[in-house]
């Protein structure tokens, strides 16, 4: 049984979106995972933005997906994994036929603001073997959800529906909207939540274009392209234009034309033309990145290196329609029948969506999640006076594993629950799980 952890703390330096806490959560969860679940400090991938990472672990979207995707893509049955994620959460319009109760999309905000969503969160773990234990750990706004699992062993009002409760809840979303700090039993703590008008901003910061709400996933999708995951799929196959300003109705049509180009020797409809254009639309979606090349032509290869990382490793599904090899048309095939949720390519009908077709569900049985807080609520980044920042469910679950190293799932989240009412923090932590797993020894 191996035991593999990735540790992510996103303090935002320099923005109006800063915390002061999350870096400091990594080292308190690396040391919880040596000292008292029995991790080697080999097997701890730590990524943070405060300057103490080499460039390959600052918790930029892409490394992130990176580290848990290699994570989860080693993981052997019988495994323990452990994510914790410290830093901001948001909400982005879900797309059009995404199955999302609320039509909104969950994420968490790496420290470039290349969104995570949920989905392709989903889409990553959902690579882990049956046996192996993964553990998420979301000290944030905006995390429930997650896994998408139906049941909730824990969850509602710590509290009950006191004033006292209401009162905190009403102070916690009037910060959330005003963007400040606030004080709480006399220590200042700032939201882990960050608006969609403020990660538009930055966005716009980032990236140097306007960016507005409605327009989020596309400025994500061109200006990070394969980096942006699920984000980069749905730009290209709505838009149908890449940074390369190649256009003409879907993304999918554009590629037909090219492919029909690249096949035949034609010219394509869409504005690319044979290999050069496959090669030209590869770049675009990869963040103007080379695709790597490993045999055929310059087109086949572009092709085949872009279905490898707009679907994150996955091979192209064969085309019934081909015959065989490793032609940019198989590799179309094959990665237009996974966008589609189709296992003979073309178009899939409307009840698949691009998430489920991409991720899939998760079984019940598969993760375990341990929210910040519930929906309507917000995570808090604590600042006492004349010591070290922390988030509150951090700090919460430490405090708890201190007297109880050998806690279950079920007690780490109602021990945390109760220290948080202790200080006077409104926010509930929930636990998504099943209620098999909500029994197990936290993380091992």
């Not at 035991?3 to 870096?23: Q, R």
């Not at 997650?146 to 979303?173: C, W």
Request: hydrophobic residues 30%; negative net charge; glycine residues 16%.
């Amino acid at each position: 049984m191996g035991k593999k952890a990735v540790l992510i703390g996103c303090n935002y330096p320099g923005t109006k979106a800063a915390l002061e806490g999350c870096c400091n959560d990594v080292d308190i969860m690396s040391n919880i995972l040596q000292s008292i679940k029995g991790f080697d400090e080999s097997d701890i991938t730590i990524l943070k933005d405060d300057g103490s990472c080499s460039d390959e672990l600052i918790p930029t979207g892409a490394n992130i997906r990176k580290a848990l995707t290699k994570l989860c893509k080693e993981a052997e049955e019988d495994d323990i994994i452990f994510v914790h994620f410290s830093g901001h959460g948001t909400q982005v319009p879900a797309d059009d036929d995404d199955p999302e109760d609320d039509s909104k999309d969950e994420a968490i905000c790496p420290t470039d603001m290349s969104l995570i969503v949920d989905d392709d969160l989903r889409a990553i773990v959902s690579t882990i073997p049956d046996g192996c234990r993964l553990t998420l750990v979301t000290d944030c706004c905006h995390s429930g959800s997650m896994l998408d699992h139906s049941e909730v062993v824990i969850e509602g009002n710590k509290d009950g529906n006191s004033t006292t409760s209401l009162l905190q809840e009403s102070a916690s979303l009037m910060s959330l909207l005003t963007g400040g700090t606030r004080e709480v039993g006399g220590v200042e703590v700032k939201n882990r939540a960050l608006p969609i008008t403020d990660v538009a901003s930055l966005l716009g910061q980032i990236t140097g274009r306007s960016v507005q709400p409605g327009n989020i996933r596309s400025t994500l999708g061109e200006f990070f392209g394969g980096d942006a995951g699920r984000l980069a799929l749905q730009y290209f196959l709505k838009s149908g234009k890449g940074g390369s300003g190649m256009s003409g109705g879907s993304g999918l049509a554009a590629m037909a034309g090219m492919l029909a180009a690249s096949q035949g020797g034609g010219h394509s409809s869409s504005g690319g033309g044979g290999s050069s254009g496959l090669a030209g639309l590869a770049g675009s979606l990869l963040g103007g990145k080379k695709p790597s090349h490993s045999s055929g032509s310059e087109g086949t290869a572009a092709l085949m290196g872009l279905a490898g990382s707009l679907l994150g490793g996955k091979k192209p599904q064969q085309s019934s329609h081909s015959s065989g090899g490793s032609s940019g048309l198989t590799a179309a095939m094959g990665m237009m029948s996974m966008l589609g949720g189709s296992d003979h390519g073309g178009s899939s009908g409307a009840s698949h969506s691009t998430s489920h077709s991409l991720g899939g569900k998760l079984s019940e049985d598969k993760g375990i999640l341990i929210t910040g807080c519930q929906a309507h609520e917000t995570s808090a980044d604590v600042r006492p006076p004349g010591g070290k920042a922390f988030g509150a469910l951090t700090n919460s679950i430490q405090a708890v594993l201190k007297t109880n190293p050998d806690a279950s799932y079920y007690d780490v989240v109602s021990g945390a629950r109760t220290v948080l009412s202790q200080a006077k923090h409104a926010q509930n932590p929930c636990l998504e799980c099943s209620e098999k797993n909500a029994h197990l020894p936290f993380i091992c």
